[in-house]
């Protein structure tokens, strides 16, 4: 029966301690050196590259393994042309008058306004759909499940295998999207998820002057993040 649970054995390799350790702290320092990039080098790359950084994507775990996601690399001048005009005309809009004042605030110490292009000078756009609908090995319809979650964790994953290969991007969200699907003639069970440009970062690139927040704000063990009202009423419970 098509379906059937059909567990197998796990492979796992456990790590001493001592390596734990110094993986830990290699992955932080890693990581904590990725940042946001919009100034890109022309410069290409081999397209094989991607197709690995999309293949650790899609190791993302996913509501009920459905793998509701779908990559679209772009190289072509005139699409990333195109995919630069529209966007371009969206963002006008949004920084025109769409997004609130308080919005707009926010973003100023990152510098950002309605120009982008490093649409057309990055060599990679990546284009990440997150498909509403599957389609079944007989081809027929079928509910995907945790679409956002699923698609967001592949997302995650597709970023820090981009950085591991010594590539930069940046999570480009122009809004609305559905430029894209049109441009690219994606079905329309499939949504517009965010966009990747992928590249060496230009020389003399400059990023914004930002602080990540310290690990205790981000992190709480037990009951640790409640507020002090909320741990003496349990206390006396």
């Not at 990152?110 to 007989?138: C, H, M, N, R």
């Not at 999207?177 to 517009?192: A, C, G, I, S």
Request: with cysteine; charged share 30%; hydrophobic share 35%.
């Amino acid at each position: 029966m098509s379906g059937e649970y059909r567990p197998v054995p796990l492979s796992f390799e456990r790590k001493s301690p001592q390596e734990m350790e110094a993986l830990s702290k290699q992955l932080e320092a890693d990581l904590a050196s990725r940042r946001s990039v919009r100034e890109f080098s022309p410069e290409s790359f081999p397209r094989e590259w991607l197709d690995c950084a999309i293949a650790a994507a899609s190791t993302a775990p996913s509501g009920a393994h459905r793998q509701p996601w779908h990559f679209v690399v772009v190289d072509d001048p005139e699409i990333k042309r195109e995919i630069r005009i529209a966007a371009e005309r969206e963002e006008e809009r949004s920084y025109g008058g769409r997004m609130p004042e308080d919005w707009l605030e926010a973003l100023r110490p990152i510098g950002t306004d309605e120009s982008k292009p490093y649409l057309e000078i990055a060599p990679y756009l990546v284009i990440l759909f997150a498909e509403t609908q599957g389609v079944s090995s007989a081809g027929e319809k079928q509910k995907n499940y945790y679409v956002t979650e699923s698609v967001g964790i592949a997302a995650g994953l597709f970023i820090g295998a981009i950085h591991r290969l010594g590539l930069a991007t940046l999570t480009h969200t122009p809004s609305p999207m559905k430029f894209l699907r049109d441009l690219l003639q994606r079905p329309v069970r499939e949504k517009p998820f965010l966009l990747f440009p992928v590249g060496y970062p230009a020389s003399g690139c400059r990023v914004p002057d930002l602080k990540r927040k310290e690990l205790e704000a981000v992190r709480s063990f037990n009951r640790d993040g409640l507020p002090s009202d909320s741990r003496e009423s349990q206390s006396e419970s």
